[in-house]
Every structure is written in structure tokens, then in C-alpha cells.
């Protein structure tokens, strides 16, 4: 594993419509690490997701989003994804008109700024497709269209395989998944974290996804705090007691994070 950290997150507050939703973050995430953040529903993960990589949506009103020695914190999305920075939604666009597999071409060329070679994208798209148990007709289709919620996550998946970010943010991926679309999805992310570098940031509140993944860390954001880290192992500890015992405060916007 790499010592060199890739995103530095400094105190970072956001609030969405003028309503303060992140209080003081701060994350640091090296290249080659999985880290997880866990949360009760509403607590600000997809909030976070969105604001690292820069939906204008969301504003900074604190704080700094360093990735890859460039402060991104004022950048647009697009200048964060060519800086490798990659969000995978919990509620994925359809978008018609554009096939999947343009798409995903599309974005190769934004990415590098090279043309990208067509039988060598078809070949690893054909690749990436087959470890997603993908059939290979859905590149020719529009995407997300008519796609089912686990084919939508999986198309998700195959972006970030084919665009091999420095860091992928994963939101919800394994929402509303049944179990083997889970364990598809969970061979991708596998095949993601074999590639040198990449770092990963999966945001779920269910664990299913993480049993048969490597994790370093596992944050716990509460009410827009993150109020504990720790490693692999606390993952299975909210599996097992939840995310009571971290919530404990009512009201607390802007109080310091919780202990
Ligand atoms: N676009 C938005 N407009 C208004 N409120 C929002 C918006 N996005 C998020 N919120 C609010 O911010 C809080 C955190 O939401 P979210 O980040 O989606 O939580 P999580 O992903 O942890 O379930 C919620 O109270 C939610 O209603
Ligand atoms: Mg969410």
C-alpha cells in the first residue's frame, strides 16, 4: 500500500439549499485503501458523495477538498473526474439517446483527451461486461433505460472498471440488490481494488457488500458528523448493534461530533 495520500478532506462543511448538512469533515484517504462510511438514513453520506465531487448543488462553506496535490474544492465535476475522481450514484440517470457503451467511450475520451481505439474498447468493454454477468447486447442499449435497479448498479460498476478512477466513491451500490447481483457487483469491486492504485470510498448502510471485501477503514457519519473510525472490524460491530449507540444527540446542528 501506498503512503502517498490521494484525497485530503479539511474541515469541511456543506450545506445543500442554504441548509447546513456536513459539519467539519475531515478524511484522509491514501492511494490503494478501501475506506467505508456507514450511516443511518438522512445522515449526510450521499450529501458527502455529491460534494466531493462537486455538484453544484452543494455548497462549501468551510473547508478544503485536497485530491492528488491539487485543491479541487472550487473545481467543477468535470475537472474533478479528469483529475480521476469517479461517483457512482445511488439513483442512477437514464439517459436516452446515449448507448451504454458511447457513454462509456465518451467519458474515456473526456477523461484521457485521446481518441479512444475501437476494437480495443470493444474488446475490454466485452471483458468487463462478462465479469458483470452483463449481456453484451445492454452496451448497444440507451442507458439505464428499461434497466432494472440491479443492472443500473452494475452499469455503475462497469464505469469505473472501464475509466479505472484514482479514487471511486461508491453510493449505495448494493442498494436494492438481490443476493447475486450483490456478489456480481462485489467481483467488480474486487477486480477494481487488484488494480494498482485505487482507492475506494463505498458509502452503504448495509454490510452484505463488504463480506467479501478488504477494508481498511470505517467511518460512521451521524447527523452530518463523523463521530467514530476504525477498521475493518467495526463494520461487523454495526452489523451486529447498529447505529444506535451513535446516536445519541437530538438537535445537535453544529454542536461539536458526537462522543
Ligand atoms: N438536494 C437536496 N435538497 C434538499 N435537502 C437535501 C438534498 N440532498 C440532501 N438533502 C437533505 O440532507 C440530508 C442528508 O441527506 P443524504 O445526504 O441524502 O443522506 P444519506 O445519504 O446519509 O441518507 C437529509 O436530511 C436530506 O433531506
Ligand atoms: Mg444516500
Redesign the pocket.
Known sequence: MSEQSLLQVRDLSAS??D?P?LHNINLEIKAGETHVLM?P???????LGYTLMGNP?YNVTKGQILFDGQDLTNESADKRAKAGMFLSFQNPLEVPGISLGSFVRNALHEQTGKPVKLLQYKKQLGEAMDLLTMDSEYADRDLNVGFSGGEKKKAEILQMLMLNPKLAILDETDSGLDVDAVRTVSKGIQEYQKKKDGALLIITHSTKILESLHVDYTHVLVKGHIVTTGDGSLVEEINEHGFEKYVRCEGCDGCSPLK
Not at 41 to 47: F, L, P
Open positions: 445543500v439549499e441548509l448538512i450511516g438514513n438522512g445522515a449526510g453520506k450521499s450529501t448543488h
